[in-house]
């Protein structure tokens, strides 16, 4: 059975730092094709992050130069770390996972939220 948990959530100030966490169980995440999506009230789930099965990371546009998703093999758990946070960032943050074979798998989610 896959599991995705996210963790690392939380209530920061503006141009403060998150680090979520994605411990993957069921699947590895060295060989699937992961990424980091999030989802504010009212609007449609957008892709924030991927990590290819090479570790290439790619970003959106509106998250260039403030975020860096990473894994770790060994601990089987991918990385979002998140610098330079902004309002507009508040949502609910979700690890997906690709197993390449035509099974996709997402986690629970965890709550971001930026307000002074």
């Known amino acids: 059975q896959v599991q995705l948990v996210e963790s690392g959530g939380g209530l920061v100030q503006p141009g403060g730092s998150l680090r979520l966490s994605c411990a993957a169980s069921?699947?590895?995440?060295?060989?699937?094709?992961m990424g980091w999506y999030r989802q504010a009230p009212g609007k449609q789930r957008e892709l924030v992050a991927t990590?290819?099965?090479?570790?290439?990371?790619s970003y959106a546009d509106s998250v260039k130069g403030r975020f860096a998703a990473s894994r770790d093999n060994i601990e089987n758990t991918v990385y979002l770390q998140m610098n330079s946070l902004k309002p507009e960032d508040t949502a609910v943050y979700y690890c997906?996972?690709?197993?390449?074979?035509?099974?996709?798998?997402w986690g629970q989610g965890t709550q971001v939220a930026v307000s002074s």
């Open positions: 997906n996972a690709d197993n390449l074979r035509g099974k996709v798998y």
């Open positions: 990590i290819t099965t090479r570790g290439r990371a």
């Open positions: 069921g699947i590895w995440v060295s060989i699937s094709a």
